[in-house]
């Protein structure tokens, strides 16, 4: 599925990659949040492509051995010790470590299959600036999700489609991928699990071609889950409310400026 497809800003002039030859494959950099998940670390890295150009584990002051368990199943990944707290704030500073063409979100639980990557990048090589991972499209599905989380993200992606104009189907997976050059866009400024909807809403928003990429999302192999759905579907009703008040304000605006006009 493609959205809109122009841009409302001129995109960045930096980035990785600009001192390439254009032919030159794209180096792809995958950044994974982790908090506690030595045990699921190893199925998640044994099903890493071999073509990376790195690995960024986030890790949010994990109490077991998720540190060293990365450090001893890939010694050449990169390990940021998070500052902040929260899944977002963990994207937002490995996004900000970044040094490859192409940025894939994965999750550290063993619910997101590395092996589908190629399927993400293939989707960016073929004229995508964002691909957005979807358990609901066909070739997608998921094993892990409870009815009501089923139901509230069919509740929140219908009002995202409908106050944004999207045409999303799966608006709270965390499976996605996208060039470099759409971190401006993006502007990742919150802490939560509501990152997913913000990075969506933003993408959106600058008119940048998203194209939903079919994925299976697995159970979290060990360990419990660090979301909890009513304090963060509040979080992300509360999100979707904010990202649209730039407009409403300029709506505003334009309503105030045309009253006085006319008075
Ligand atoms: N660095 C960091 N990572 C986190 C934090 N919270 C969650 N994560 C990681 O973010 C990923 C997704 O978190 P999960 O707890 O699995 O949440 P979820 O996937 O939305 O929920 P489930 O489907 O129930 O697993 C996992 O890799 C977690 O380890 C955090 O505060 N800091
Ligand atoms: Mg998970």
Redesign the pocket.
């Known amino acids: 599925m493609s959205a809109i497809t122009w841009l409302t800003e001129a995109p960045p002039v930096t980035g990785p990659g600009l001192e390439r030859s254009p032919s030159a494959a794209p180096r792809v950099s995958v950044v ?6 030595e045990r699921n670390l190893p199925f998640v890295f044994e099903r890493l492509p071999s073509s990376l150009h790195e690995v960024i584990v ?3 002051h994990s109490t077991d051995g998720t540190v060293e368990a990365a450090r001893r199943l890939r010694p050449d990944v990169r390990v940021l010790h ?1 500052r902040g ?3 977002g ?2 994207l937002q500073e490995g996004f900000a470590a970044c040094t490859g063409e192409i940025i894939v979100m994965l ?3 063993g ?1 997101t299959d590395a092996a589908e990557i190629p399927r993400f990048v293939a989707a960016l090589k073929n004229g995508a600036d964002f691909a957005k991972g979807s358990r609901f499209v066909q070739g997608g599905g998921s094993s ?2 409870t009815a009501l989380r089923r139901i509230g993200n069919r509740v929140l992606n219908a009002f995202v489609n409908s106050l944004y104009g999207t045409r999303y189907s799966d608006l709270c997976y ?1 499976y996605n991928a996208f060039w470099w050059r759409c971190l401006p866009y993006m502007r990742v400024d919150c802490d939560g ?1 509501e990152v997913e909807t913000l990075i969506n809403i933003r993408i959106a928003q600058a008119g940048l071609v998203i194209h939903e990429v079919p994925s299976h ?1 697995y159970y ?1 192999i060990y360990g419990t ?3 909890r759905a009513v304090r963060d579907g509040i979080r992300v009703l509360r999100t979707i409310a904010l990202e649209r008040l730039p407009t409403l304000r300029r709506a505003w605006a334009v309503v105030g400026a045309t009253r006085t006009a006319v008075s």
Do not use: C, H, W, Y
């Open positions: 994974i949040p982790t908090l506690n998940e986030v890790d949010g998070q707290r929260g899944k704030n963990a999750d550290a639980d619910s892990d999700i965390g699990f999302e979290r889950s660090n979301l």
